[in-house]
């Protein structure tokens, strides 16, 4: 059961990285793929002020402001330098390998025995438990203030960026300097993952986010197959199905490890789930292809 | 209240596909004037337009909006005079965002989008009144994402939410180009209404000729980047329809 519960803490982990790929693929309709060096971002600057015993706030606080930078980067190189999104995000994410191993000095840097976001407060015994509240508590918190964000006048312009770029320029709104902010944005979510990741295993390692972006990518598109299929219009259920879609994702991953599938096959596993997650919908109407 | 001086636009200059798209245009719009833009494809008569909207800058000659020199300030920073509808209906409306939230928007127009929200019950009361003065009966689908309605309604709603915030000049692209005959006809009439209520000096572009001599208190033509003819008050309404029709033979 243990292994189970590790899989649902990993999955709230990885909802803040499901709302930011939700927020850059889904909302601003630009495929970003800083993320795998923005998440490792988040994971090396916990690791290293955790190392220099900065209070968790101080360290929450940093990691937010770094993975918005590398977001901005990434749009700036995309906006100004008319520069295809992907291309731009490969090479930030390129280059943030290089800062986050100089950063860490090692590639791996082990987080045992130290005061960390789960060890705040004392609610249960049992470490995962704990965990389990606190991260829970934290993912509420992220996922209210993304859902206020995105009714807010600012939020509608955001949304209205990804699906309408003339209509919005014609009313007033900057979409280039929006962009950026909306990349900052998900990067910064994604770093905070990086920074729960890595409080959660217990250590930072430089490879621990190749490939990462497909686990937000199939949480979102676990969600966007849901609000589809029923039909949801409403951003709370989005945000909310996003969040269940990372947990879901991580609770897959989980069962195939439990049913004694090879973990070098894992990754295969991932890549043929998302592919069934994409497919399913037009495999079930192919009566009408057109739609 | 538009003055454009001397204004010409060459795409891909220097190359074997160089377009001379408006050549050294002189036009003056007055306060309040309707004007009507006629012209076959590739006449120059939408790149005029983009540059008046911003969303296209000219390689020489100046534009004047309202007396502010706004030849190289992009659209988005224009749009706190200028509201406009597209040719597609798609490109003036969010097909995603409900109507509620693209009329938000259209009512912060020349405002910050800041971190409040808008949308609360006196908007939406403001918003179901203004669109029911339509009579297309959209007041009770104010919940509905924009893109289920047609788009007919949607370059009506355009237009509705072109004057949600303050607005000193419109500019309508073609905004009837693709509707059936029974919507452009509502749209037509209901940007008429609304030039007239809010005092707006408008430019309309059109290939419908019916459109050109019912609309407007003056009239220009355009060929090859260039004003042909141009008709003030008096000469336009002494215009038949029959001229019109001659223009293009």
């Known amino acids: 059961m243990d292994f189970y ?29 800083t993320t795998d060096g923005s998440y490792t971002l988040g994971a090396v600057i916990t690791a290293i002020l955790i190392k220099h015993s900065q209070p968790t706030y101080v360290i929450l606080i940093s990691v937010v402001l770094a993975g918005g930078l590398a977001g901005a980067l990434t749009g700036i190189i995309h906006t100004k330098l008319k520069i295809n999104a992907l291309l731009a995000g490969i090479l930030v994410m390129t280059a943030l390998y290089s800062v986050n191993i100089s950063l ?33 508590v934290f993912v509420i918190v992220i996922t209210l203030i993304i859902g206020y964000l995105l009714k807010t006048d600012f939020g509608i312009s955001m949304r209205a960026t990804g699906n309408s770029e003339s209509m919005i320029r014609s009313l007033g709104v900057n979409t280039d300097r929006m962009k950026i902010t909306g990349l900052a944005l998900a990067n910064a979510l994604t770093a905070v993952s990086g920074y729960l990741v890595s409080q959660q295993q217990g250590f930072t390692d430089i490879s621990m986010g190749i490939g990462i972006v497909i686990i937000g990518l199939g949480s979102v598109i676990i969600a966007e197959t849901l ?21 879901i994702f991580q609770f897959v991953l989980a069962i195939t490890l439990d049913i004694g599938v090879n973990p070098n096959l894992l990754k295969i596993v991932t ?21 | 209240m538009i003055d454009i001086n001397n204004v010409n ?101 020349t405002k910050r989008k800041g971190l409040s929200i808008g949308v ?14 339509l009579g297309l009966g959209l007041e009770n689908k104010i919940e509905q994402p924009m893109g289920t309605l047609s788009g007919g309604q949607r370059q009506a709603l355009t237009l509705l939410m072109s004057v949600m915030d303050s607005c000193k000049v419109l500019l309508l692209d073609e905004p009837t180009a693709a509707l059936d005959p029974r919507s452009a006809d509502i749209v037509m009439r ?40 141009d008709l003030e008050k008096d000469q336009k309404s002494a215009l038949k329809q029959t001229d019109l029709y001659d223009w293009f033979g």
Not at chain 1, 5 to 33: E, R
Not at chain 2, 84 to 109: C, K
Request: hydrophobic share 45%.
């Open chain 1, 104 to 136: 860490m000095g090692t590639s791996n840097l082990p987080l045992i025995n130290v005061p960390s976001l789960f060890t705040l407060i004392n609610i249960s015994a049992n470490l995962n438990y704990n965990t389990f509240w606190i991260l829970s």
């Open chain 1, 5 to 33: 519960l590790t899989a649902l803490l990993q999955g709230l982990c990885f909802s803040a990285l499901a709302l930011g790929i939700y927020i850059s693929m889904k909302i601003f309709n630009i495929p970003d793929i």
């Open chain 2, 9 to 109: 636009k060459i795409f891909n200059a220097g190359q074997p596909n160089q377009v001379n798209a408006v050549n050294g245009v002189d036009l003056h719009i007055k306060n309040e004037d309707f004007l009507v833009i006629v012209g076959a494809n590739g006449s120059g008569k939408t790149t005029l337009l983009n540059m008046v909207a911003g969303s296209v800058f000219p390689s020489s000659g100046t534009i004047y909006v309202d007396g502010e020199n706004v030849t190289k300030q992009p659209d988005y920073r224009r749009s706190r005079s200028i509201a406009r509808v597209f040719q597609n209906p798609m490109s003036g409306t969010a097909s995603d965002l409900s109507i509620l939230d693209n009329f938000r928007l259209a009512s912060i127009r």
């Open chain 1, 271 to 291: 890549a043929v789930f998302v592919l069934l997650i994409v497919s399913l919908p037009r495999i079930s109407f192919k009566g009408n292809q057109n739609d």
């Open chain 2, 120 to 133: 609360n019950d006196t908007f939406k009361n403001q918003v179901k009144e203004k669109i029911s003065t």
């Open chain 2, 190 to 229: 209901t940007a008429e209404e609304l030039i007239r209520d809010y005092r707006l000096t408008s430019i309309l572009i059109t290939h419908n000729l019916k459109d050109a001599f019912n609309y407007g208190n003056r009239i220009i033509l355009m060929g090859e980047g260039k004003i042909v003819k």
């Open chain 1, 227 to 247: 609000i589809k299929w029923l039909k949801i219009t409403s951003i709370w259920l989005s945000l909310v199905l996003v969040l269940g879609g990372a947990i």
